[in-house]
């Protein structure tokens, strides 16, 4: 089996959270969500190297805490910079995976049918991103006007996104750009396809008090 690591991004203060502390170490049940998240992706593989990056600030709060909930699942610490492009870049000199994962750290019920999935098409494509088809209609807005778009020409893009090593270590050579907010997207700003799976609609990523009640059901129904 091929070597994997998986990078988890939990550098958010959470603003919109409006919490005194960042939203990945709320609570949901008896561990912090980041815990959940990390444990998701050890059931899913326990060799798998996890490497979390965290705000320098936060370090000594996340390993105090873990203690204190008797969290021990193994996982390695990175210091995040100072924006998201940032922290991976710092993750990726400690990444040892021939296959590297990016997850956000505050969606923890992305199934183990959704990671499996994203792993085991790198076998055809060298990057592959989870998606959900569009239930809604949407509408595009440009320069003060609307107009009706076709929602079957978008995706619902979620993480974990999924490539080979050597492809996500060239896309994050480029420098940074702040209209970039995944890593797929920086990958194909190399010239590489993007490759699509299907993700799992519990899958969400957890950035509003709403987000945060819905998660609270997901839990109770485990």
Not at 101 to 117: K, L, Q, Y
Not at 147 to 174: D, G, I, M, W
Request: glycine share 6%; proline share 5%.
């Amino acid at each position: 089996m091929v070597n994997r690591t998986v990078i988890i991004t939990a550098g958010g203060i959470g603003k919109r959270m409006g919490k005194d502390i960042p939203k990945q170490f709320i609570l949901l049940g008896d561990l912090p969500i980041l815990a959940h998240t990390i444990s998701v992706f050890h059931s899913f593989d326990p060799s798998i190297q996890i490497l979390v990056t965290l705000p320098a600030e936060w370090i000594v709060y996340w390993k105090s805490s873990i203690k204190k909930h008797g969290f021990d699942l193994p996982h390695q610490i990175i210091e995040g910079g100072e924006e998201r492009f940032h922290s991976i870049q710092n993750a990726l000199r400690h990444a040892n995976g021939k296959h590297i994962a990016v997850h956000d750290g505050v969606r923890p019920f992305v199934s183990n049918e959704t990671i499996a999935r994203c792993f085991l098409s790198l076998n055809d494509a060298r990057a592959v991103v989870p998606v959900l088809m569009i239930k809604d209609t949407i509408r595009k807005i440009s320069e003060g006007t609307n107009q009706a778009a076709n929602r079957a020409s978008f995706r619902l893009v979620h993480t974990p996104q999924c490539f080979h090593e050597k492809t996500l270590r060239l896309a994050y050579e480029q420098d940074f750009t702040p209209s970039i907010t995944d890593d797929a997207t920086l990958v194909e700003q190399t010239g590489e396809s993007i490759y699509f799976v299907e993700s799992n609609e519990e899958n969400i990523k957890i950035t509003t008090p709403f987000d945060l009640s819905i998660a609270q059901s997901f839990f109770l129904k485990k």
